[in-house]
C-alpha cells in the first residue's frame, strides 16, 4: 500500500515524501488505517519495522484535523531509552516541518530546566521516558488536560526497566478519553495486562519478528573463553573491518573490553547505561563521523540505534535472549549496504547458539581465524578454583546430587 493513497493533510503528505517514504511496511499497513480513525491499538513489531511512523502519522493528522490552540500537550509517547526519545521526537519533528506542532523531548541527563521553558513555552507533542516525565509532572512543569492520544512504545523493555509504577501514575493524571496506542517487540501477559488496563477495545496487530537481511554475512567463531579477547584484537588487525560496533553481555565487561582495546592502540569508544547523555550523545558522534573505529557497547545501543556504514557486528559475547540476536546484527547492512555479524562463542555458549538458530531456522556458518593460535592453554590465573568448582558443582539438583555422591 502507498502513503499517496492516504487521504491526510497535505503537509504530512509532503513530509512523508521527503524522507523518503513510498510504501507501507506490514505493521504500518495494518496500524495506520485504524489508527486514522481514533481507534486504541495492541501492536507487536519489532523496533526496525516501521512503527515509529505508524503511531506518529496517525496522531499527527488527528491533531491537524481538530487543532485546538493551547500549551498543553495533546500527544504523549512514552519511550524506554533516552536514545529512543531522541530518534522518535527527531522523526516526529521531521513529519512536522511544514505544520506550526511543536516538539520536545524529556529524558534524563539533559537539562531540566531548559525542558521546563519549553514546556512553559508551550508544545504539542512530547516524547518522553516516564522516569524525567514524573520529575516534572512533580514539578507541576506539565498537565495532560488537553491530552488526545497516548502512545506507550516499546511496553515489554519499559517494563522490564521498572517503569510500571511510573507509567501507572503518569496515565493516571491523563483523560480516560483519549486514544491510546500501545507497541511492543513481545506479547508477554504483563504487556497484555497493561493493554486491558489501559485501553478500549484495541485493535489487535502482530506482525512476526523481522528475518535479518540477506545482505548481512552471518558467522560464528568458537574460541576458548580465555582467548576471545585475543581473537577480537586478531580480527580488528587483520580483517577489513572499517567501523565496529562490538556488543558486550554486562556494562563491566564494556569497560574492560574497551580499556584493553585502547591499550591495543584501537581508536574507540564506549555506552553504557552508566555513562551521562552528553558522554552517550559524544560517543555516538565520534562514531558516526569515523573518529572511532569501534564502538562498545551494551544492549541499550541495540534497538534504535541508526549509524549508517557500519561494517561490522561483533557479539563479544553471545546475547541471553535470541531476539537481542537479530536487534544486535541488524545495526549493520542498514539501507541496503552489505555488512558482517560476528558472533564469538565460547564452549558455555553453545545453548544459546542452539536457540538463536532455532529462531532463524538455519545454521550459522562456523569459521577459524586462519593464523590464530587457539591452542593456546588456560593462564593459572584464569582456571577456576576448587572453591568455584564446588559452586558450580552444587548450583543445581543434579549436580547437587552428583557432588553429594562424591563426597
Excluded at 516516564?130 to 515489554?156: S, T, Y
Excluded at 586462519?370 to 558450580?392: E, I, R
Aim: proline share 6%; with cysteine; net charge positive.
Amino acid at each position: 500500500m502507498s502513503f499517496t493513497e492516504l487521504n491526510i493533510d497535505q503537509s504530512l503528505q509532503k513530509a512523508i515524501g521527503a524522507m523518503g517514504y513510498e510504501h507501507m511496511t506490514p505493521i504500518q499497513a495494518q496500524a495506520i488505517p485504524p489508527g486514522l480513525q481514533g481507534r486504541d491499538i495492541i501492536g507487536c513489531a519489532q523496533t526496525g519495522t516501521g512503527k515509529t511512523l505508524a503511531f506518529l502519522l496517525p496522531a499527527l493528522e488527528h491533531l491537524l484535523r481538530t487543532l485546538v490552540k493551547t500549551k498543553n500537550p495533546q500527544i504523549v509517547v512514552l519511550e524506554p531509552t533516552r536514545e529512543l526519545v531522541i530518534q522518535v521526537a527527531g522523526e516526529a519533528r521531521k513529519l512536522a516541518a511544514r505544520t506550526s506542532l511543536r516538539t520536545v523531548s524529556i529524558y534524563g541527563g539533559a537539562s531540566i530546566n531548559k525542558q521546563t521553558d519549553k514546556l512553559r513555552r508551550g508544545v504539542d507533542i512530547v516524547v518522553a521516558t516516564p522516569g524525567r516525565l514524573m520529575d516534572h509532572m512533580r514539578r507541576k512543569n506539565i498537565n495532560f488536560q488537553e491530552l488526545r492520544i497516548l502512545v506507550l512504545d516499546e511496553a515489554d523493555r519499559m517494563l522490564d526497566m521498572g517503569f510500571l509504577p511510573d507509567i501507572e501514575k503518569i496515565v493516571g493524571s491523563m483523560p480516560q478519553q483519549r486514544q491510546t496506542m500501545l507497541f511492543s517487540a513481545t506479547m508477554l501477559p504483563a504487556v497484555s495486562a497493561l493493554a486491558r488496563r489501559f485501553q478500549r477495545d484495541p485493535v489487535r496487530i502482530e506482525i512476526g519478528l523481522a528475518q535479518p537481511p540477506e545482505t548481512i554475512s552471518q558467522a560464528l567463531y568458537p574460541v576458548p573463553k580465555h582467548l576471545k579477547f585475543p581473537l577480537l584484537v586478531t580480527m580488528l588487525e587483520q580483517m577489513e573491518i572499517s567501523s565496529a560496533l562490538i556488543f558486550t553481555r554486562t556494562k563491566q565487561e564494556a569497560d574492560l573490553v574497551t580499556r584493553h582495546l585502547r591499550q591495543a592502540k584501537v581508536s574507540v569508544a564506549c555506552i553504557h547505561g552508566d555513562f551521562q547523555q552528553r558522554e552517550r550523545i559524544s560517543a555516538l558522534e565520534g562514531f558516526r563521523a569515523g573518529r572511532h573505529r569501534a564502538l562498545v557497547a551494551t544492549n541499550i545501543a541495540a534497538r534504535g540505534l541508526d549509524v549508517e556504514g557500519i561494517s561490522h557486528v561483533i557479539n563479544y559475547d553471545v546475547p541471553e535472549h535470541a531476539e537481542d540476536y537479530i536487534h544486535r546484527i541488524g545495526r549493520t547492512a542498514r539501507a541496503e549496504a552489505y555488512g558482517d555479524a560476528i558472533t564469538l562463542v565460547t564452549p558455555d555458549d553453545e545453548g544459546l547458539i542452539h536457540r538463536i538458530e532455532y529462531l532463524l531456522d538455519r545454521k550459522i556458518a562456523r569459521k577459524t581465524l586462519p593464523g590464530f593460535n587457539y591452542d593456546v592453554p588456560t593462564p593459572s590465573w584464569a582456571k577456576p578454583s576448587a572453591k568455584a568448582l564446588v559452586q558450580q558443582l552444587t548450583k543445581s539438583q543434579p549436580l547437587r546430587d552428583r557432588w553429594r555422591s562424591m563426597c
